[in-house]
């Protein structure tokens, strides 16, 4: 695939996102949301084919990663902030409307833009992330019960507990992160262990390149961002998870924008099963499900991918 684009520095919402762009100004805008522990590099396998296929692609690092602003405080890392972020750069390039793609935690934050910014979101796009109910209780709830009080979203709840395991082993977390992923048959025998991501990352000791999904080049570009950023901002957004479900009591989350989601069958974190509600929730919906695919369908199955995303946009936002 060709290079990234270089970024740019754009002020929104009150900070400046490092934000690549690529493709025609004047084709319709496509926004890409990355998740953690990523950046907007994430879509580099991507930005090539949508940029051919006449896209304007806007590919911002969220804010508290790679080489933008990184606020210190838990509560600047809100649903409310982390869309007023995409909405403001949205303003900023000039676009009134952008389809939203969003992976991992950039999909929650592009359904919630789809829920509290509708006039926004000419359509939404899940890959591996659906779009949800509300739960009766807190999602940190949930977790407990999937993974007991050392599943890694739990143990994220600590100030800086996290943050220590991390630092200063960069290249080994990516190594750790990125490995190729059990097959979807074996995945429920391996739980709850498999959530208990900081307790197993210091027992980590190597893995050999072959049982890699992303290559040792593109590994080494996360680590030195991560060496620069730090892994604080990232984390704060999962230390919202329990505010921004109080947040989104009595919000309607049915959708009737064109939504399109995307499933890897390997996912521990994020099943194809999730996307069951889906049908419920929004009005117009296609789902595709890409086999022998693990968490980072963008670096695993890119040509998969990147077909249902062209096929799907040529469709219902033709350039």
């Known amino acids: 695939m060709s290079d990234f684009p270089a970024p740019q520095r754009i002020r929104t919402n009150g900070i400046e996102l490092s934000v690549h762009l690529a493709g025609p ?7 890409l949301a ?22 304007r692609v806007i590919i911002p690092d969220l804010r508290g990663f790679g080489g933008s602003d990184c606020p210190t405080d838990v509560e600047s890392y ?7 972020d995409l909405t403001g750069l949205l303003d900023t390039l000039g676009h009134e409307k952008a389809v939203f793609i969003g992976h991992d935690w950039g999909g929650i934050i592009i359904w919630h833009a789809a829920m509290l910014a509708p006039e926004r979101v000419a359509g939404a796009v899940g890959v591996n992330t659906p779009h949800l109910p509300r739960g009766a209780n807190p999602p940190t709830d949930a977790f407990m019960e999937m993974g007991g009080p050392d599943h890694y979203i739990l143990k994220f709840q600590e100030i800086g507990y996290a943050e220590e395991i991390f630092t200063g082993r960069e290249d080994d977390f990516f190594a750790f992160m990125m490995g190729k992923p059990p097959s979807a048959e074996e995945l429920d025998g391996l739980y709850p262990a498999i959530t208990h991501i900081p307790k197993l990352f210091q027992e980590f000791t190597g893995r ?4 890699m999904v992303v290559g040792p080049k593109d590994r080494a570009y ?3 961002a991560y060496r620069q950023s730090g892994y604080a901002g990232g984390i704060n957004l999962y230390r919202n998870f329990d505010r921004n479900w109080e947040r989104m009591a009595g919000v309607d989350h049915r959708l009737d924008m064109p939504c399109l989601m995307i ?12 996307a069951m509600w889906m049908p419920a929730l929004c009005q117009d919906l296609e789902h595709h499900i890409i086999a022998d695919c693990g968490h980072w369908t963008m670096w ?9 995303l062209v096929d799907w946009l040529k469709r219902r936002f033709p350039a």
Request: proline fraction near 9%; hydrophobic fraction near 40%; charge should be negative.
């Open 222 to 224: 996360y680590a030195q």
């Open 300 to 308: 695993e199955k890119p040509e998969a991918l990147n077909a249902h």
């Open 263 to 274: 499933s890897a069958d390997a996912d521990f974190m994020l099943p194809p099963k999730l």
């Open 34 to 55: 990355h998740g953690w522990p990523e950046l907007a590099y994430s879509w580099k396998n991507q930005v090539q084919p949508l940029a051919e296929a006449g896209y």
């Open 78 to 84: 809100t649903m409310d902030i982390m869309v007023a």
């Open 208 to 211: 050999a390149e072959e049982r």
């Open 25 to 31: 100004e004047t084709g319709p805008a496509l926004l």
